[in-house]
């Protein structure tokens, strides 16, 4: 307008009056160029629209399922309409791959289960996210070698990562001694993370701060409560976790042994498919694990549940079977399905006992899981019990969606039997006489009997021996001619 005074005074009214004009001459044609532009942006949006459009009606003509995931990383195309998410045409759009879909998932997507992987009882609740994602990383992003120091309440809250796979890779000294040097600085670490804690929650002023300080507050600004009440509860509980991705990989490539044909059984017993995942938070599929209180096979059973589903003796332990176990399982998780009505209470139920589990109900007065992890805390319900539940659906999760998270994992082939029900009692010796297989070939189908084999004892009447198929009818004729053999069944 100063300008505008000027020329008016200057130069004259007409003169102005000209130029003011112009200048609305010059935006007119300012805005139709913008609304040309924009109009070319929209049409090329809606040709891609269409074009997943057409795909999608394709693929249903061909009856071929379509994905309605869209895919965050891709070609320069894909990632310019890759933030509209809400437009699910582009994800069945010709334009993507099957491998490009996989490829493009995140962390985020594999927990919302984006390709529809996993039955609606175990979608991961969203009280649990934080949890569940915590432990999806523990299995598919963090080796053996490192450590993730973090709350025990809320384990989503990581501090640090401590990794030690430069020590232990620079080959300097014993394998032992450089696992060694990690554990200790890893000690030395959650110390000095304690201290720090302690040293905030006796501060009044919180604006001249270490480094290591300043983390421990940004880590710890979202949780409620006065300030030095959180520092000092945080101090006390410090924790940290060794990654399980080297383990979960291992267990990826046993469980192929094994998953087909505990499917089947859980399939027969009316179980959901998704609990045959299990075992790889309890175990990673490792047919030798044991643990510090008895717990023993894939499953972890303990020795009172064992006997009262199998056999469980000073020579034969049915536990140390996969599959022997996995019937076990199922009857143990089914009855406490029935007796709980819900399948996060019965799952941690495995873990607890059914016992503890109704005493933590009591207490919270609630039965839904993570309302009874934020009430109840206390007794033996503490960090392993608390987790047990989101560690199995990352797991779960995880295990799904191992083609988007593991490249190139060489799975075991599966370990078809065919079974025996023995019809009276005999020697290992002797059946190893008359059917011709080694020490070795009977222990590979029958983990069960390890300690039976060592001292030779007696195979009890009803034993179900489990047989290589390829040589079952040749191996059955044999055992029959001085065994009685009751029944017969094959894995598959």
Known sequence: MFILKLVTSSLGTDFALIMFHMSQIK???????????????LSTLLLVGFTGVFGHIHQIVNKRPATSEPVAQATPLKEDISWWKGLKVFAASPLYTEDERISSL?????????????????????????????????YSKYGQYEHVIHHIRYPWIVYKVVDGNSIIKSGKGPLWLRRKKVNDLVREERLRIRKALKRLAGKRSYKKLSK??????????RLPGKRRSVYRFA???????????????????????YLPIMEKE???????????????VESSFNESAESKVGASGIWQIMPRTGRAYSIVNKYIDERNSPLKA??????????????????????????????????AIKAARSTDISTIIKRYHQGEFKFASSNFY????????????????????????????????????????????????????????????????RKNSRLPKGYRLHLPPDRADTLIERISRQVKVKTLRAST
């Open 235 to 257: 101090s006390k509980t410090v924790r940290s976790q060794l990654g399980q991705k080297d383990f979960f990989i291992a267990g990826l490539r046993r469980s192929s042994k």
């Open 106 to 138: 995140t962390s985020d997507d594999i927990l919302e289960d984006s390709l529809e992987r996993i039955g609606a009882d175990f979608k991961v609740p969203s009280p649990l996210k934080k949890r569940t994602a915590f432990w999806f990383d523990i």
């Open 212 to 221: 290591t300080e300043r983390r421990l507050v940004k880590a710890l600004q």
């Open 390 to 453: 989101a560690g199995f659906l990352a797991a779960l999760h995880a295990e799904k969606y191992q083609d988007a998270l593991f490249k190139n994992v060489v799975k075991e082939p599966l370990l078809d039997f065919v079974e025996v029900h023995l019809g009276q009692r005999i020697r290992v010796k002797r059946l190893l006489k008359i059917s011709g297989l080694s020490q070795q070939e009977l222990l590979n189908y029958n983990l069960d009997l390890k300690m039976a084999i």
């Open 326 to 359: 996995t019937v076990i399982a199922g009857k143990v998780l089914k009855s406490y399905k029935r007796a709980l009505k819900k399948w996060p209470l019965a799952i941690t139920s495995y873990n607890h006992g059914i016992g503890n589990i109704r005493k």
């Open 266 to 280: 859980f399939k027969k017993i009316g179980l959901p498919l998704e609990l045959t995942r299990m075992p790889f």
């Open 27 to 41: 935006f007119f044609f300012i805005l139709r160029k913008w609304i040309y532009t924009s109009m070319l942006a």
